[in-house]
C-alpha cells in the first residue's frame, strides 16, 4: 500500500476516533457522571497510554529541551481549554451543533495569523470567514426559532474551545521541527493533567459514580488516544494541507452516528449552516495562502 493511501487511512481513523470520542462523552454526560471527574480521568488515562507508547517506540525524544518546557506548559493550558471547553458545551448542546462551532477554527485560526504574523487576506479566505460567520448563525438557529432552544452556556464554551484549538495549532507548529508529534501530544497531555488534578479539588462531585462506571471513562479514553495516534501517523505520510481537508470529515462523522445513536434531528435551516462551515474549512485547506505555498516549495528544494 503506498504512503498516500496510508495517509488517508490514517488520518480518517483518526477524524471517525474523535467524533466516537464525541459520541461517547455525550452519552456519559447524559448518563449523569460528572463531568470534570469525567475530564479528569479521561485526560490522565490518555497520558498513561500516550507515554507508555513514546517511551517504548521512541526513548532518544522522550525529554523535552528545557527552552521548550514554558511552551509545552502553555500548550498543555491551551488544551485544558480546549478539552474541557468541548466537553462540558455536549451538557448543554446536541454534538451536531456543537461540532461545527468547534470547526469553525480553522476562521480563527486565521484571523489569529492576520494579528500574530500580519498576514495579508486573500479573496479565498475573505470567502472562506464570511461563509463561516454565516454559517455560524444559521447553525445556531438565528434566522428561526431554534435560537430560542440554545443554550448561551454551551455556545460560549464550544467557541472557547474552537480559540483553543486554534492557538493549539500555532504553537504546536514551532515544536514540530524538533520533536515528533506523539511527544509534543504526550507532554501536553502531561501539563493539562496537571491542571485539571489541581482545579479538580475545588469540583468534587456530589455523588461518587459507582466502581463499573469508571471502566466506561477508561474505554472513553482509548478512541479519543487513538485519534491523536493516528493524527500523527498521518502527518507522517501526508502533507499538512491535505491532512487537514481529510480532518474536516469530523463533523461529518459525529453527525451522522449522532443521528444514528442518538436520534439528534437537524433542523433545515442548521443543514445549511453546517454545509456553509463545511465548504469554509475546505476551502481554507484547498486555497493555502502564498506564503504557506512558498513555504512549502522552499523546504522541497
Do not use: H
Not at 507548529?173 to 497531555?189: A, D, Q, W
Amino acid at each position: 500500500m503506498n504512503q498516500n493511501k496510508l495517509g488517508l487511512i490514517f488520518v480518517l481513523a483518526s477524524s471517525f476516533c474523535y467524533a466516537l470520542t464525541g459520541i461517547l462523552s455525550k452519552v456519559l454526560v447524559s448518563s449523569g457522571l460528572p463531568p470534570m471527574l469525567t475530564l479528569t480521568l479521561r485526560t490522565l488515562f490518555c497520558t498513561v497510554f500516550l507515554g507508555i507508547l513514546v517511551f517504548a517506540v521512541k526513548k532518544e525524544q522522550c525529554f523535552p529541551k528545557k527552552k521548550d518546557i514554558k511552551t509545552f506548559f502553555l500548550l498543555g493550558i491551551v488544551l485544558f481549554v480546549y478539552s474541557a471547553g468541548y466537553f462540558l458545551s455536549l451538557v448543554y448542546l446536541d454534538i451536531s451543533i456543537a461540532v461545527v462551532l468547534l470547526y469553525t477554527y480553522p476562521a480563527m485560526l486565521v484571523i489569529a495569523s492576520v494579528f500574530a504574523f500580519k498576514e495579508r487576506l486573500n479573496k479565498i479566505t475573505v470567502i472562506a470567514l464570511g461563509l463561516t460567520f454565516l454559517g455560524i448563525l444559521f447553525t445556531i438557529g438565528i434566522f428561526d426559532s431554534s435560537l430560542e432552544n440554545l443554550s448561551v452556556t454551551g455556545l460560549i464554551l464550544v467557541l472557547s474551545a474552537a480559540v483553543g484549538v486554534a492557538v493549539y495549532a500555532i504553537l504546536v507548529k514551532k515544536l514540530t521541527s524538533s520533536y515528533n508529534g506523539l511527544v509534543i501530544n504526550l507532554y501536553c497531555f502531561i501539563a493539562a493533567s496537571l491542571l485539571y488534578c489541581l482545579i479538580f479539588p475545588f469540583c468534587l462531585p456530589e455523588e461518587w459514580p459507582a466502581a463499573t462506571e469508571y471502566l466506561s471513562i477508561l474505554v472513553l479514553a482509548l478512541p479519543y488516544t487513538l485519534a491523536f495516534l493516528f493524527y500523527a501517523k498521518g502527518l507522517q505520510y501526508l502533507e499538512a494541507g491535505k491532512v487537514g481537508i481529510l480532518a474536516s470529515t469530523e463533523p461529518v462523522f459525529s453527525i451522522a452516528m449522532a443521528a444514528l445513536f442518538l436520534g439528534e434531528s437537524i433542523a433545515p435551516m442548521q443543514g445549511v449552516g453546517i454545509l456553509l462551515v463545511l465548504t469554509a474549512i475546505v476551502l481554507l485547506e484547498l486555497f493555502p495562502k502564498k506564503k504557506e505555498i512558498s513555504d512549502e516549495r522552499d523546504d522541497q528544494k
